[in-house]
């Protein structure tokens, strides 16, 4: 149980256009999703938290505007990169905690963006 | 905000071995340390978590100990064996139910 997918598992794009990344958890609702993002050799940095059908909190430092997130349902959460830029190419995780959840976060596998 | 560190940065022991890693937190509201595996290429993986009232988990070959007073935390390993290599993160959530990770530890199980 507790399984998270993403899609797609990794993107390659040019500078100056969007990419969409899709968690989803597949076999429990989550109720709250968690995006993180993940340099070379470097712990996770949390860039926001979506609760379903509220609008995603994010961290001190995260463009909102570049960093599109939308939490619709109980098993989907996308991060949208707008006009990505080569600086945006790093590792995105996304995690969710499922309903009832006080603490446990389920991981997806990863998204590599590469922005050439 | 919560500030976790994490040591060794780097560890190699040889198979059958023990490995321990250490972290220290800085928010005495923190109340839950989970460990994550993250393999390379991979999203983390929930190894072993502890909460605030419990001193000590263990599930077969790995465990966790807290020490509140001293606010810090560490994974024993025992018996280590090659699958064990993988980078391994602590993390702790603060008082505003916001987590913060540690750095990381590369673990490496020579056989």
């Known amino acids: 149980g507790a399984v998270v997918s993403q899609h797609p598992s990794w993107v390659i794009c040019k500078s100056g256009t969007s990419v969409k990344i899709e968690c989803r958890s597949l076999?429990?609702?989550?109720?709250?999703m968690f995006w993180y993002r993940q340099f070379p050799k470097q712990s996770l940095m949390l860039m926001a938290t979506?609760?379903?059908?509220?609008?995603?909190?994010?961290e001190q430092g995260v463009e909102k505007d570049k960093f599109l997130i939308n939490h619709a349902s109980l098993t989907l959460s996308t991060l949208t990169v707008t006009s990505a830029h080569p600086e945006d190419s790093s590792f995105y995780i996304c995690?969710?905690?499922?309903?009832?959840?006080?603490?446990?976060?389920?991981f997806g596998p990863g998204t590599r963006l590469t922005v050439t | 905000g919560e500030n976790v560190e994490q040591h060794p940065s780097t560890l190699s022991v040889q198979e059958g071995d023990s490995a321990v890693i250490k972290c220290t937190y800085s928010d005495s509201a923190s109340n839950y340390f989970p460990w994550y595996k993250q393999e390379l290429g991979k999203g983390p993986q929930l190894i072993i978590d502890i909460r605030s009232n419990v001193g000590e988990k263990k599930d077969q070959r790995i465990a966790v100990t807290l020490n509140k007073t001293a606010k810090h935390f560490s994974l024993h390993i025992t018996e280590t064996q090659p699958e064990d290599s993988a980078v391994y993160f602590c993390a702790a959530w603060g008082g505003y139910q916001k987590v913060t990770f540690g750095t990381g530890t590369k673990l490496q199980v020579i056989p």
């Open positions: 979506s609760n379903e059908g509220s609008k995603a909190t994010y």
């Open positions: 076999d429990f609702q989550a109720t709250t």
């Open positions: 995690s969710a905690r499922g309903l009832g959840g006080a603490y446990e976060q389920y």
